[in-house]
């Protein structure tokens, strides 16, 4: 899918929240959802078990309306973050323009975000896609549980982070670090219309 | 000078974000060449977000760029003003011609068109003067011209046919840069912050951002309390009628908001300039009605472009299009909007099809039809011209190009080139008409041409001819401009293959001051002389003369007209005259005796011929090839 058309003059980025079962992708789709006036998104698509987990994915188009002349939109996708949804991750992983893996900060979970983190990279790997060049940012949702519950930022990022790409701290169920998250991917993935390989850059919160 | 383009509006105090990059972008590519890139210049917006300053400061630049460029504002208002005031005073014409001087009009307010009927149809002839000849027209409205209610068709798609850019709501980063630069204007300071508080509260236009920082601004002199980022939002609210702010909305907007600022930035930053730039004309090309695949392919190339070379180039080539297409639709309307004139990769193929439709409105001079090669009268004296004549109608182009025919006046040179030509034009397909024209009329025609401006669809006209006939060429002797013309319209017919004839009172190389180009060209083909006519042609001739004018003429009459030499069958035409003048004086018949009597009595005093000195190696029977065994031009050039 080509990001830019210049002729059309459309941008069209497609990004990818990525994590852990029950780490909170929907809940930053639907806290977007709810800031965007009406009638710069389209609906949302959730396709969901009856007790509310993602069953396919999250789909939510956003108009960002014309930006230098561009018509800009991006498409945020979630994946379902159980284990045995592995084909379903890979279909909604092409194409992606950037990620955001979003990591649940529970303590207890920690085992959970790495193997998703791993998953990720064989994925991308599995796609012919250099994991170095894929923009990515890490929100660690949830830090608004007891302290005792979660383990805080610097700790899951040295345990996570291991590329050193941007990371915001969150909180998606009341929007805290949701827009940072989705700023800064669309930032380095807006980065990469110039050519040049996204630098990766930690801006800590 | 306005007081508008007197400086204060100018592209440097003038903050660009990205709700108006592209407006200043245009307004910049006009001001640097007025008239060239986008005619007319159409900006909108809201009132309240510099729709004025931006012309002002096109003016303003175009006047530092070229002082001598006549610029003139004019609010729609005043124009209206000015219009009925001409009209009331019997001024009207003056009033067109002063805004046809104008090279750069900016006209502002132009919703104010809305029902004014007459104001209308005078904007539509000014601005076809102005456009017409390339000057340009930059107007401000609040809406786009497709929402100015009541305003006649034409002029909408003329308001609509250059390029329409809006000015948004600056975003918050524009916001915080404007207000800065209005503290810098106007010498005040503030604390930190607190322009960047006032930037983030929601305005409807510049000029409220404005109003908000004079009440700053107030409040600070004061001295009430000192204004601080806590207390920016209450200040202002204080002075709000409908205060806005505080809605549980606002805030929640305001994220998504800053978020597409932000974005913005990012996007502006790291799209490739040169691309957007590309795409910005490629899409105006396209919505101009322009094929751009030659942009496009450009496009997908890797390497950075010279955008502003390019689109040059593409404009440049738009601009010969348009000139072919008026030039096409003045000769035949339908030919509007034909697609070859959309595309300027494909110019030739235009200028072919307005030289087609030139041809056809005014087709060149053809040959007259009352000479025809039956009604010619052959004999020795000629018949190495009718041969060649014959064999060029048989291959046109192809065995003796050009054909010259040369011989002393009235032998019958005319008449055989038109006979030529009239069997040429019979002689299907020709892939144009027979343009047959006397070498002064060619000059003449030039002459006509060149006072018009008209010399290019002249030019045309010829250029267009399947074969070409020019009588007494030697007419063109030191006119050099007409041999210019002859030289380039030779060398077009003859190198596609068209058969050019030539006649002249002399051979090419007794034509004086005729260039050598031109005269090595004629001797190229094949130059042939018709002789004077001998006794057995002049025979011919008076017998068919007699049949035609005396029937009644005693027999033996001819062969003794015959006796006497004469020029050619004009000069036949004037002998029988005589005669037949005496033989009605004497109010008899044409006899024997009244024609003895007449000749030898006139005879003398009025020599009938004067003969004809020309290529005498032609004179002696001995020299003269009869039969031809391959009659090729080559082979005949060598033996003469």
């Not at chain 2, 903050?15 to 407006?23: E, K, M, P, Q, T």
């Not at chain 2, 001739?541 to 005693?554: F, K, N, S």
């Not at chain 2, 020309?614 to 005949?636: C, N, Q, T, Y």
Request: include cysteine; aromatic fraction near 6%.
């Amino acid at each position: 899918m080509s990001l830019v058309n210049y002729a059309a003059r459309e941008i069209t980025c497609k990004i990818v929240y990525y994590g852990p079962g029950r780490s909170g992708k929907t809940s930053n789709l639907h806290y977007v959802y709810n800031q965007v006036p009406g009638d710069r998104r389209g609906s949302m698509v959730s396709l969901a078990t009856q007790t509310d987990r993602t069953l396919f994915f999250d789909f939510l188009p956003l108009d960002l309306g014309t930006i230098s002349g561009f018509t800009t939109r991006l498409q945020l996708y979630t994946v379902p973050g159980q284990v045995y949804y592995a084909t379903t991750r890979k279909l909604v992983l092409q194409g992606a323009d950037g990620v955001v893996f979003v990591a649940d900060s529970q303590r207890r979970q920690i085992e959970e975000n790495v193997e998703s983190m791993q998953d990720l990279h064989a994925n991308l790997a599995e796609q012919g896609v250099d994991a170095r060049n894929v923009p990515l940012v890490i929100q660690y949702n949830k830090q608004d549980l007891p302290r005792e519950l979660i383990m805080d930022v610097s700790e899951l990022d040295d345990i996570l982070n291991f590329r050193g790409v941007p990371f915001h701290a969150g909180d998606a169920l009341r929007g805290t670090g949701v827009f940072e998250t989705l700023r800064s991917i669309s930032e380095l993935v807006l980065r990469r219309l110039s050519g040049a390989a996204a630098p990766r850059v930690a801006v800590g919160q | 000078m306005s007081v508008l383009l007197d400086g204060r509006f100018r592209f440097d105090n003038y903050v660009v974000g990205a709700s108006n990059r592209l407006a200043v972008a245009a307004a910049r590519a006009v001001a640097e060449s007025p008239g060239a890139s986008y005619n007319p210049l159409f900006i909108y917006s809201p009132s309240g977000l510099g729709k004025t300053h931006l012309i002002g400061a096109i003016g303003f630049a175009a006047k530092q760029l070229q002082p001598d460029l006549v610029v003139e504002y004019v609010p729609l208002d005043d124009f209206v003003d000015q219009l009925h005031l001409a009209i009331s005073s019997g001024q009207a014409e003056a009033f067109k011609q002063r805004y046809q001087r104008v090279d750069m009009l900016l006209l502002d307010d132009v919703q104010f068109l809305t029902g004014r009927r007459e104001t209308q149809s005078e904007m539509l002839r000014i601005f076809n003067a102005l456009q017409g000849s390339g000057r340009q027209i930059i107007m401000a409205s609040d809406r786009p011209p497709s929402e100015i209610a009541d305003v006649d068709e034409r002029l909408v798609t003329r308001l609509a046919g250059g390029l329409i850019v809006d000015i948004g709501l600056p975003e918050y980063e524009t916001r915080v840069a404007i207000l800065r630069n209005k503290c810098a204007e106007r010498e005040m300071t503030f604390a930190d912050g607190v322009l960047e508080e006032l930037a983030r509260m929601p305005c409807g236009s510049v000029r409220e951002l404005q109003g908000a920082l004079n009440r700053l601004a107030a409040h600070e002199a004061l001295g009430e309390r000192s204004v601080t980022p806590a207390n920016v939002r209450s200040i202002i609210a204080a002075g709000r009628v409908t205060p806005d702010l505080g809605r549980a909305g606002a805030v929640a907007t305001d994220e998504f908001a800053g978020f597409i600022s932000d974005i913005a930035v990012a996007v502006a930053q790291h799209v490739e300039g040169w691309r957007v730039r590309l795409g910005q004309r490629i899409a105006h090309w396209q919505a101009a009605g322009y094929r751009t695949t030659m942009l496009e392919r450009t496009l997908a190339m890797n390497e950075e472009a010279d955008v502003d070379a390019l689109d040059a180039a593409f404009a440049s080539g738009v601009a010969r299009l348009e000139q072919l297409e008026a030039q096409a639709v003045l000769l035949d309307p339908r030919l509007a909007g034909l697609d070859v004139f959309r595309d300027p990769q494909h110019i030739p193929e235009a200028e072919a099809r307005v030289e087609q439709a030139i041809a056809a409105q005014n087709p060149p001079p053809g040959p007259w039809p009352a000479f025809t090669l039956e009604t010619m009268i052959a004999g020795k004296s000629n018949q190495l011209a009718l041969r060649a004549a014959e064999a060029t109608i048989e291959a046109p182009g192809v065995r003796y190009n050009p054909l010259f025919v040369h011989g002393g006046p009235g032998v019958g040179k005319t008449h055989l080139v038109h006979a030529v030509g009239n069997a040429l034009r019979r002689k299907a397909p020709l892939s144009g008409p027979v343009a047959c024209v006397s070498g002064s009329q060619f000059v003449d025609e030039l002459i006509a041409a060149l006072q018009d401006g008209t010399v290019d669809r002249w030019r045309a006209r010829y250029r267009t001819a399947g074969a070409l006939i020019v009588d007494d060429v030697h007419a063109l002797a030191g006119k050099e401009r007409s041999q210019d013309e002859l030289f380039h319209l030779f060398n077009a017919l003859h190198s596609a293959g068209k058969q050019v004839v030539l006649a002249s009172d002399r051979p090419p190389s007794e034509i004086g001051e005729l260039e050598a180009r031109l005269r090595s060209r004629f001797d190229g083909g094949l130059v042939v002389a018709i002789q004077p006519p001998d006794r057995t042609l002049r025979e011919s001739l008076y017998v068919r003369t007699l049949q035609d004018r005396a029937p009644d003429a005693e027999p033996g009459v001819a062969a003794l007209l015959a006796e006497l030499p004469v020029s050619g069958a004009a000069e036949v035409e004037s002998v029988i005259d005589r005669v037949l003048h005496a033989a009605r004086a004497a109010g008899g018949a044409v006899t024997l005796s009244l024609v003895r009597r007449e000749l030898g009595a006139g005879g003398a005093a009025t020599p009938v011929s004067s003969p004809a000195v020309a290529d005498k190696s032609f004179l002696d029977l001995e020299k003269i090839v009869m039969e031809w065994p391959e009659p090729d031009g080559r082979v005949i050039e060598e033996l003469r």
